[in-house]
């Protein structure tokens, strides 16, 4: 059975910084690029970054290059996104989600997603 | 940077069709996937690549692509379809993810 378990979130104020892990089971976490997706309250997902399965290339959107930092560690199955310099505007839950790629064929293409973690940035 | 528009919402009767539909420029060119996502729970993957099923959805569920614009069609709707439907693309590497902005689908 598949899982990601995500953790880390909380309340923080702006400025600051949070780490949020991920811990992934039932699947070969080290075959697959990895993504975090959040969700403000009451909006629509907005896809944040992603790493490739063997950590060489991360990627990022444009409104948090420079704050925060992707990252994976393939022999704890574990992923993680470093937050700094957090604004009110990152407040939202984070999940974290294995994103179906392109080239994938059968299983492969299936996605996986956390239940998410509430990060609220606020003084 | 590219974006996917979607009608924020849609409406149907039980055991009609819903289409719901996601715009893009660049879609011709990428493989789109398309997501529930129900209040309070994460998002489920329903179509990938345009027009595949994972194992597991039932095959109301269907996608289709012309151009640049592509429809995620929902026959004999269902009281449980009721939900937020989001279309995603992205490019070759996954280097850059984008969703659309979200249906919301109701069941009237």
């Known amino acids: 059975q598949v899982k990601l378990v995500e953790s880390g979130g909380g309340v923080v104020q702006p400025g600051r910084s949070l780490r949020l892990s991920c811990a992934a089971s039932?699947?070969?976490?080290?075959?697959?690029?990895m993504h975090w997706v959040r969700q403000a309250p009451g909006k629509g997902l907005e896809w944040v970054a992603g790493?490739?399965?063997?950590?060489?290339?991360?990627y990022y959107v444009d409104s948090v290059k420079g704050r925060f930092t992707i990252s994976r560690d393939n022999s704890d199955n574990t992923l993680f996104l470093q937050m700094n310099s957090l604004r009110p505007a990152d407040t939202a839950v984070y999940y974290c989600?294995?994103?179906?790629?392109?080239?994938?064929?059968?299983?492969?293409?299936?996605?996986?997603w956390g239940q998410g973690t509430l990060v609220t940035v606020s003084s | 940077s590219y974006e996917l528009t979607q009608p924020p919402s849609e409406s149907v009767s039980p055991g009609q069709t819903a289409r719901i539909t996601c715009f893009g420029d660049?879609?011709?060119?990428?493989?789109v996937y398309w997501y529930q996502q129900k209040p309070g729970q994460a998002p489920l993957l329903l179509i990938y690549?345009?027009?595949e099923r994972p194992s597991g959805i039932p095959e109301r569920f269907s996608g289709s692509s012309s151009g640049t614009t592509v429809t995620l069609t929902i026959r004999e709707v269902q009281a449980e379809d009721e939900a937020d439907y989001y279309c995603q693309s992205a490019d070759r590497k996954n280097s850059y993810v984008v969703f659309g902005g979200g249906t919301k689908l109701t069941v009237l």
């Open positions: 790493i490739s399965y063997d950590t060489s290339d991360q």
């Open positions: 039932g699947f070969i976490f080290s075959s697959y690029g």
């Open positions: 660049t879609l011709s060119q990428q493989f």
């Open positions: 690549k345009d027009n």
């Open positions: 989600a294995k994103i179906p790629e392109r080239y994938c064929a059968g299983v492969s293409c299936n996605s996986y």
